[in-house]
């Protein structure tokens, strides 16, 4: 399983686009890019998944460069709700997930 | 609400003892996820269970145990607790393999161990 790296958080304001990159270098052909959501005391909750370039759903997008060793989810207009922690998770889909350590977003007023 | 069920929502032991915690997966997913999250380790993957065979182990304790039944319900184990067992353990459940693996959480049981 590749192993991933992202910031441990971030602060915003609400109504700013936050962008949340993700570095993966040792990135398998098979793997895909998972983002996941957390709320406290709440299970994740997915967000997006994709495995090359970009993709785009009514919640997020993601971008994915050509060599595929990073990622970048995107959250637009961001709002106070937004606050949580965010997964980025690397695997076969057959895989199991494993979690990092996240990067918390807090987002103020 | 995510289709995944976990009961109970909390529970208060003492070292020791031995508790089940229950989960049912979203109707038509064929595996089951368990999770653990405490404050010092963040979520921590155990076992994962597909159409009632093990799959996939991860960071489970010989003291802890789980199976997956017939009706797809799946049960966690755990015994001889120790204080540092205290922790949210959550279910996930997905369609499975090879039909990609977004999962879906369940609620989570909030296990203190006293």
């Known amino acids: 399983l590749a192993k991933t790296t992202q910031p441990i958080s971030m602060d915003s304001y609400e109504g700013q686009e936050v962008n949340i990159t993700c570095s993966h270098n040792?990135?398998?052909?098979?793997?895909?890019i998972t983002w996941y959501q957390q709320f406290p005391s709440q299970g994740p909750r997915f967000i997006i998944q994709?495995?090359?370039t970009k993709v785009t759903n009514e919640v997020a997008s993601l971008f994915i460069p050509a060599d595929r060793k990073s990622s970048t989810l995107s959250l637009p207009r961001v709002s106070l709700s937004d606050t949580a922690v965010y997964y980025c998770?690397?695997?076969?889909?057959?895989?199991?997930?494993?979690f990092g350590t996240g990067t918390r977003l807090q987002v103020f007023p | 609400d995510s289709g995944v069920t976990q009961t109970p929502k909390h529970l208060i032991t003492a070292t020791g003892q031995r508790v089940t915690l229950r989960c049912s997966p979203r109707s038509g997913d064929l595996s089951v996820y368990w999770y653990q999250q405490s404050l010092d380790q963040g979520l921590q993957f155990l076992i994962q269970y597909y159409n009632g065979e093990e799959r996939a182990k991860g960071n489970i304790l010989e003291r802890f145990s789980a199976q997956q039944f017939p009706d797809l319900h799946s049960e966690l184990n755990l015994s001889s607790l120790e204080l540092g067992d205290s922790a949210l353990y959550f279910c996930?459940?997905?369609?499975?393999?090879?039909?990609?693996?977004?999962?879906?959480f369940g609620p989570g049981t909030r296990l203190t161990v006293l």
């Open positions: 998770l690397v695997g076969d889909i057959t895989d199991k997930l494993i």
């Open positions: 996930a459940s997905s369609v499975g393999p090879p039909n990609g693996n977004e999962q879906f």
């Open positions: 040792n990135i398998a052909t098979n793997d895909y």
């Open positions: 994709g495995y090359k």
